[in-house]
């Protein structure tokens, strides 16, 4: 089980994060490489696969919400649930090959609630920006 995996419960083929790069109480830095064998290429779009922007959401989400397990901010027995997205922008489209750089601020964190703000880069290049609140329950609720 590689270090991602002890962080979240997310698992192939929905697990977007590769490795978390840093980690603080007031930001993550992770790292994303889309590949040809990502499943959404399929269909998204065979002749000019795309990753999907809801996949860049999810992406950011899951590396915040790495970065504060990986802190000990959120307990192994908890899982986070997207309860909003907000201010959502796509600036850049992110194709198979690109890495991508995801700059998550941690905006509020508390045992229930996790609000926070991501930056998703393929080089010095801005592709997307949103903000999201994680819901936070116990696995065994």
């Known amino acids: 089980m590689n270090e991602i995996e002890q962080l ?12 978390i790069e840093s ?4 930001k993550v830095i992770a790292c994303r490489k889309f590949t040809e064998e990502d499943f959404f290429f399929k269909g998204h779009f065979p002749e000019y696969p795309v990753v999907p922007g809801v ?9 915040g919400g790495a970065g504060l397990r990986k802190i ?26 690109d890495e991508v750089r995801l700059e998550i601020t941690n905006l509020r964190v508390s045992p ?3 609000k926070q703000a991501g930056r998703a880069f393929v080089g010095d290049e801005l592709a997307a920006e949103a903000e999201w609140m994680c819901l936070v329950a116990p696995a065994d609720s």
């Open 8 to 19: 979240i419960p997310h698992r192939a083929p929905f697990l977007f994060v590769d490795r």
């Open 23 to 26: 980690a603080d109480s007031e």
């Open 55 to 63: 996949i860049l959401v999810e992406t950011m989400a899951q590396a």
């Open 72 to 97: 000990g901010v959120i307990g192994d027995n908890s899982l986070f649930f997207l309860g909003t997205v907000d201010k959502v922008k796509f600036r850049r489209q992110v194709r198979p090959g």
């Open 112 to 114: 229930r609630m996790i």
